[in-house]
């Protein structure tokens, strides 16, 4: 019924319009829709992954595994699972049945950014400071780490002529960003000398590179459909690139060319572009940027800017930005606050679907009056019209393909009733009924303690040791 109230030609707008409002909880990092669009997920300075529901702007779960920023969030095709890549060397997958950790992998450095593969869960890339990118296969439960290489792949002819400038540079490459292909066969890879390299999984090989700038590429991102690429790299350029059909059984990586689509930049404030996304479709590039409180938005097919998104709040800069997977819905992180801004579209209500029998219109018409408008009918007749009427079946269970084509499973995310509605309520504790105090400090967080010491017995420990306080304090009464 909600979809019939929005005017159609509204809904058929592709680009947010307006500033809709900001969410808060804790000082957001990184956010990220799922496949799905219903669920937000949100990553925090202090380590704790927050979930909204998008339709009420509400804290669906909070789950808490990690003792530093997270970097990057990743959700599985079915919106059960979630990975949360952290600098404390940590990613932990997330099983929103029950906001277990279903995995828990350590590396020997910080994690820039980790992708979950498309079709299995158990399976990621990431990418590493200063170390070799893995590919990690997490089936058992001793995760298997793959390294790949960072070092451009190079014909023969060109490793012969090789100078020792370049051959001292390929050794120094190191991963700054890596994603998985539409198939998940390939891996796409960005390198802090500019470099984009292609990396066959099975054989954890480059089969081909290509170097779009000079400068370190911070982020890659691909279209839902796959075949096209944003790239952004610390020379204020973000480029698209148009990626060839790597499952076609007659491509040739010797013959596959990545050329550069179009380039966008800011020229008049040469501003640095902090994150960049795609529309649903692929056809728009949305971008925020360093020192600046908008959020612009190109037609990639065009290559022209169609629209800046302003943000109300003067003393805020924005990071991360994302789009709604199915909607004209952009949201994006304040770097000083942290709230999330939303954008999306006014969307006046068509209250006339509400009375079929009135149509609403946009000026004076005569009206013509039926021939039974006013025909007294019996009140036995009555009553069974609208006994016949309440008789419709109604269905409720269809869900009608979205235009982006996605797959999307039957999973919903259980609701949970005792999640704190503010971070307010991180540090009370209910003793009952309407009786709180303030959370014990260290309390809650067991799970930050490497010891692998439970909680239970911390408690039990405490409590001895406020035992045998107070048995000394009584002596020393008693002496």
């Avoid at 380590?47 to 509400?58: A, K, L, P």
């Avoid at 066959?200 to 690429?229: A, M, W």
């Amino acid at each position: 019924m909600n979809q019939e109230l929005l005017d159609p030609f509204i809904v058929a707008l592709e680009l947010p319009e307006v500033q809709a409002g900001k969410l808060h909880s804790g000082h957001s990092s990184c956010v990220r829709f799922n496949r799905k669009g219903d669920l937000l997920a949100s990553g925090r300075l202090d380590g704790t992954v927050i979930i909204f529901d998008v339709e009420t702007n509400g804290i669906s779960r909070k789950l808490r595994g990690h003792t530093r920023q997270i970097q990057s969030l990743s959700w599985s095709a079915d919106g059960r699972y979630l990975l949360s890549a952290s600098q404390d060397w940590k990613c932990v997958l997330w099983d929103l049945q029950d906001g277990s950790r279903l995995r828990t992998v350590k590396f020997g450095a910080p994690v820039f950014i980790a992708e979950l593969h498309p079709y299995d869960h158990l399976q990621f890339v990431a990418a590493l400071f200063e170390d070799q990118p893995v590919v990690v296969d997490m089936t058992s439960n001793i995760p298997k780490k793959k390294s790949l290489p960072s070092a451009p792949w190079r014909t023969q002819d060109e490793l012969k002529n090789l100078s020792e400038k370049t051959a001292a540079q390929d050794a120094k490459q190191q991963t700054t960003v890596a994603s998985f292909t539409r198939s998940g066969k390939c891996v796409l890879t960005g390198t802090r000398f500019g470099w984009i390299n292609v990396i066959d999984v099975r054989t954890c090989k480059t089969i081909y590179s290509t170097r779009v700038t000079n400068k370190i590429i911070l982020f890659i991102r691909l279209t839902i459909s796959g075949s096209h690429v944003v790239v952004n790299a610390s020379d204020g350029i973000i480029r698209t690139l148009q990626l060839p059909d790597l499952d076609d059984e007659d491509f040739d990586a010797d013959h596959m060319s990545l050329d550069v689509e179009h380039k966008f930049r800011d020229v008049v404030n040469n501003h640095t572009w902090s994150h960049v996304t795609f529309s649903p479709t692929g056809e728009y590039v949305a971008a925020s940027t360093y020192g600046s409180r908008d959020v612009y938005i190109w037609e990639r097919t065009q290559g022209s800017l169609v629209k800046i998104l302003p943000l109300e709040d003067d003393k805020e800069e924005l990071g991360a930005v994302e789009w709604h997977p199915e909607r004209p819905f952009i949201v994006s992180c304040g770097t000083s606050e942290g709230d999330i801004y939303l954008w999306s579209i006014q969307t006046p209500q068509r209250w006339s679907a509400l009375a079929p029998d009135f149509v609403e219109v946009e000026e004076n018409v005569e009206y013509v009056e039926p021939e039974d408008e006013f025909d007294i009918h019996p009140i036995e007749e009555l009553h069974k019209r609208r006994l016949d009427r309440e008789d419709e079946p109604v269905d409720v269970l269809t869900i009608e393909p979205t235009k982006t084509g996605l797959n999307t499973s039957q999973f919903r995310m259980p609701l949970l009733l005792d999640v704190e509605d503010s971070d307010s309520g991180d540090d009370i504790v209910a003793i009952g009924a309407g009786q709180f105090r303030r959370r014990t400090p260290g309390q809650g967080k067991e799970w930050a303690d490497d010891s692998g010491g439970s909680g239970e017995d911390a408690g039990r420990k405490g409590a001895s040791n406020g035992n045998a306080k107070s048995q000394t304090t009584k002596r020393r009464r008693g002496e």
